[in-house]
């Protein structure tokens, strides 16, 4: 079979595929299946040709494309063992292959040997000499990079990759004048192009230049930024550099206040740091000057005011998010955890509104954490564990659902035989921060390796918001270490947590800030920082 009638049967297979999309577990699963119906196609084929390189070269392809990066690596291996010396062509191509999973793995030395022997077949490639160049930099040789990219540069002038690249090149040796000409140069030859203002703003990065890095990101999404690349650069940016990126979207607004897309962005990127007044502020902007009226914007509104502990509010943004949106399981999630919080005279609406939420998604975790929480308010404790179990039976690794249902069976039920199960499969789910290990090993009586764990998150690196430190304060808490607890409160605090209602009300097992709250000084703290609220 040749190369194209073997991608187009691979094609066909896929297109069939995608007709049941909507049959498929999930999006992932379909794209599973695809994947393994490619190479299905690939093996069967190469079963009957083995040694047809060809094939094998198609076939490395797809595994380097699905990530499958060690058997890339056996079939291009075998292709350069049975390439003809005659067929050049192919032979290069097999180099550039191997050097390209060699930079995936990490490889470098061995991806510049390719490169190397790529080079000796075709001396005019201007893609081998680029590869060559962006390895050297990673090898942190900056004259050789030099060297390619300039030879790029003088086959192209205008080629704004190799004057990006020479940016870095020059702001990696210091020299920040010759960086930003580089960079500034893309811009001007290309000032509609999303592409150089997302290379320049990480060259003015590397040059420590955060607000004007942030302006190039903003100009990127609004020349055009159809794959989100500048809105993700943004955002993770955000995350080191917060204050100089809200600095940005305000000036931005000032100069264009009407334009729906700056506040958005300020009130998701504030949204996801918790500073939920902050993202309100400019979700009622939207709302009271009709920038946008989607059920999104309502019901992030909500959300805001619900963690700001404005109930009432909340319920009316709420409400109206389900009336533009009744299909939206999260809004029916949300008004549910309103109910809840607002007054224990709700929980029969509230029961209501999340008996919706679940129907629209049986198998939200989300949905069935809120529903066992409510149960547990109303000390129906035996129907919290099995709407946990079932829970448990989705999402086997839910660390959350897991630790609920082991707190439910030792300090409610006091089956603690069943509680230490849970809390073991805990300790099986990994260590980072939203896997809880911490609280489990609490719970098992092994304080000293709860604390480490504390630690480690926070030193793994402070999540946007001083979320680690939330999560440290309500652990040490429980251990006991009132004045530990205090000081991973007052740090999260500092890094601007803003939801009033994990600072001050809610008492969900797992995690909450109840013990933290009887600190002789807490109130004195939470006053000190009563600007994050506001």
Not at 149 to 162: C, S, T
Not at 181 to 192: G, M, S, T
Not at 492 to 497: D, H
Request: with cysteine.
């Amino acid at each position: 079979m040749k190369i194209k009638s073997l991608i187009l049967a691979a094609a066909m297979l896929m297109l069939s595929l995608a007709t049941v999309a909507q049959k498929a577990a999930s999006e992932e699963e379909l794209r599973k299946q695809i994947k393994e119906a490619v190479m299905k196609v690939y093996d069967e084929e190469l079963e009957k040709s083995p040694s047809d390189y060809n094939l094998l070269f198609a076939r490395s392809n797809q595994h380097y494309y699905n990530g499958d990066l060690d058997k890339a690596m056996a079939d291009v291996n075998r292709v350069l063992e049975l390439v003809p010396s005659k067929e050049k062509e192919m032979t290069f191509d097999a180099y550039m292959l191997r050097a390209r999973i060699n930079d995936a793995k990490g490889a470098l030395d061995a991806e510049v040997a390719d490169l190397r022997q790529a080079m000796t077949l075709n001396s005019q490639s201007l893609a081998c000499v680029d590869m060559l160049g962006k390895v050297s930099y990673k090898m942190n040789d900056m004259d050789a990079a030099e060297k390619n990219f300039q030879a790029i540069l003088r086959d192209n002038q205008m080629n704004y990759d190799a004057l990006y690249w020479m940016g870095k090149v020059e702001a990696r040796r210091g020299n920040n004048d010759k960086a930003a000409e580089y960079v500034d140069r893309a811009v001007n030859l290309f000032p509609a192009e999303s592409q150089v203002y997302i290379n320049r703003s990480d060259v003015l990065n590397m040059l420590n230049q955060p607000e004007p890095a942030a302006q190039d990101l903003l100009s990127a999404i609004s020349v055009g930024d159809s794959d989100g690349k500048a809105l993700r650069a943004l955002v993770e940016m955000s995350d080191k550099h917060y204050d100089e990126v809200i600095k940005t979207l305000d000036f931005s607004i000032g100069k264009a206040p009407r334009v729906g897309m700056f506040h958005y962005i300020k009130a998701s990127i504030a949204m996801g740091h918790f500073h939920y007044a902050q993202a309100l502020s400019s979700f009622k902007s939207i709302i009271d000057n009709k920038l946008y009226e989607t059920a999104g914007i309502y019901q992030n509104a909500a959300k805001c005011q619900y963690e700001l502990t404005q109930y009432a509010e909340a319920l009316a943004n709420v409400n109206k998010a389900i009336m533009a949106d009744e299909n939206n399981w999260e809004s029916h999630l949300l008004k549910g955890q309103i109910l809840m919080a607002q007054s224990a005279d709700n929980y029969a609406d509230a029961q209501t509104a999340l008996n919706q939420a679940s129907m629209l998604n049986p198998e939200s975790i989300q949905v069935m954490i809120s529903k066992a929480h409510l149960l547990l308010l109303q000390r129906k404790d035996e129907d919290a564990v099995k709407i946990l179990s079932t829970a448990i039976m989705t999402n086997p690794e839910s660390s959350e659902a897991l630790l609920l249902r082991g707190w439910t069976n030792k300090y409610r039920l006091r089956k603690e035989d069943l509680a230490k199960k849970d809390f073991e499969k805990v300790l099986l789910n990994g260590s980072d921060m939203h896997q809880l290990r911490g609280f489990a090993l609490h719970e098992m009586g092994r304080d000293d390796e709860a604390r480490q764990w504390a630690k480690d998150i926070i030193q793994a690196g402070i999540l946007p918001g001083g979320e680690s430190y939330y999560y440290a304060a309500a652990l040490l808490s429980d251990i006991g270490d009132s004045d530990a607890a205090y000081q991973y409160m007052e740090n999260c605090l500092a890094n601007g947590f803003g939801s009033i209602y994990e600072v001050k009300v809610n008492e969900n097992p797992y995690v909450n800030l109840k013990l933290v709250r009887r600190h002789p000084y807490f109130g004195e703290l939470v006053d000190r920082y009563a600007a994050n609220f506001k």
